[in-house]
């Protein structure tokens, strides 16, 4: 846990890059949306929407052992958004900010995108469930409840 920290308006290129590589990386497969990966969705303007949201600042710890990593938004007790470069993953970077959210804010649901079996396996590792509630973000994007036991 020595290497999370409050996340910080400098890290928010960091945290944008993370971001839209992992959408792309992750997610473009199941929705095949060039307008929106390739167009939309970009660096520039996710850091300025993190820079300009005082709660995602505050709310944003990142994994931090001399390069950002991965980073973990909390709001309350649930994990709004959780995402590791690519290039680090299954190194325990992720269950280090899960654990570290569990730990310190007693974190105890999130939505999982319905397609995304891996992360959702990642997260029943972390002690949490499928509730069965069901939701669609942006009117395109499904997303199932998962709690903590």
């Known amino acids: 846990m020595n290497n999370i ?36 969705l970009n660096v520039i303007d996710k850091a300025a929407e993190f820079t ?13 052992d001399g390069a950002v990593k991965g980073f973990i938004r909390i709001s309350g007790t649930e994990i709004v958004k959780l995402y590791v470069e690519p290039t680090f ?24 995108l319905e397609y995304n079996e891996r992360g959702q396996a990642f997260y029943r590792r972390h ?10 973000e942006d009117e395109w994007v499904p997303l199932l409840m998962m709690r903590r036991k």
């Open 5 to 40: 920290r409050p996340a910080r308006e400098s890290d928010a290129s960091r945290i944008a890059e993370m971001l839209v590589t992992n959408y792309r990386v992750n997610f473009y497969k199941f929705f095949k949306n060039d307008e929106y990966y390739f167009g939309e």
């Open 52 to 64: 300009n949201d005082p709660s995602a600042v505050r709310e944003t710890f990142v994994y931090d």
């Open 89 to 112: 993953q299954s190194c325990g970077i992720g269950g280090a900010l899960v654990e570290y959210a569990i730990g310190q804010f007693g974190a105890d649901h999130l939505w999982a």
């Open 127 to 136: 002690g949490f469930e499928l509730t069965g509630e069901k939701m669609t």
